[in-house]
């Protein structure tokens, strides 16, 4: 029998601390600067090369840190199993549309190795550390907060990237695989697709001192997000895309 002076709470509440973090997000710099027409969409998607780093490490991340496969009676554990299959081959559209973009120019494996742990892509190396620290050895619930979190912030972050993409397919001709409409459609911003299996997700009873980790993961999620959108604002303005561009003609 529980003792009727431990109180409880659902993971509803994180989902709702979420949510607001998530419009806090969609806030930031970062996007008034890709919606501005004056600029070239090619430079509003300039960052691509800085956030390198942390678009190829996501799949380790999914396979190595979020999933573990001797939980097999964890149900929250399971279900992040599920989704880490559906996010751990993400950055193989990425390598495409950086050679699309003209992000492709030939130089030295050390000079590749200068710029990828440079000064430039310090918070892009940052996200790969601190999230396998929140979540490596993470109860699943603060786990799976974690992870909704990160879904969030790539819902807002690709909604944007997909208008920019489309407004440079209008341009080039060319799809966008991974910054375009493809990869939106499968960013819905919830790690559990499916309405029922997110009822019961909601419905699951939390501790307060469980409900107080997941919630303190969820804002260190966003604030190590928003600092990452600060980064790349200021790689895209610093760094004119035909410094990047291979020898391809007709880029914009």
Request: net charge negative.
């Amino acid at each position: 029998m529980v003792p009727s002076n431990i109180e409880f709470a659902s993971f509803q509440d994180v989902l709702d601390r979420i949510e607001t973090k998530k419009a806090e997000f969609a806030q930031a710099p970062l996007f008034q600067f890709m919606q501005d027409s004056s600029i070239s969409p090619l430079q509003r998607l300039g960052f691509s090369p800085c956030i390198a780093h942390f678009i190829m490490s996501f799949g380790d991340l999914n396979k190595y840190v979020f999933r573990d496969e001797t939980s097999n009676f964890d149900l929250v554990q399971n279900a992040i199993n599920e989704h880490t299959y559906e996010d751990d081959h993400h950055w193989h559209w990425f390598l495409r549309d950086l050679q699309v973009l003209g992000f492709d120019r030939p130089q030295s494996f050390v000079d590749t190795l200068r710029f990828l742990w440079g000064k430039d892509t310090c918070m892009t190396r940052q996200l790969s550390y601190q999230l396998s620290a929140y979540t490596l050895n993470a109860d699943p619930i603060v786990k799976m907060a974690a992870i909704e979190a990160i879904e969030a912030t790539g819902n807002i972050l690709f909604s944007h990237t997909t208008r920019v993409a489309q407004e440079l397919q209008s341009i080039t001709q060319q799809e966008y695989i991974y910054f375009g409409k493809f990869h939106l459609t499968v960013e819905t911003g919830h790690a559990i697709r499916d309405d029922n299996s997110e009822f019961q997700l909601a419905s699951i009873p939390l501790s307060l001192e469980m409900r107080q980790q997941a919630l303190e993961v969820v804002n260190d999620v966003f604030a190590l997000f928003t600092a990452w959108l600060n980064e790349m604002l200021i790689y895209a303005k610093l760094h004119p895309v035909q410094n990047w561009l291979s020898a391809t003609p007709e880029r914009v």
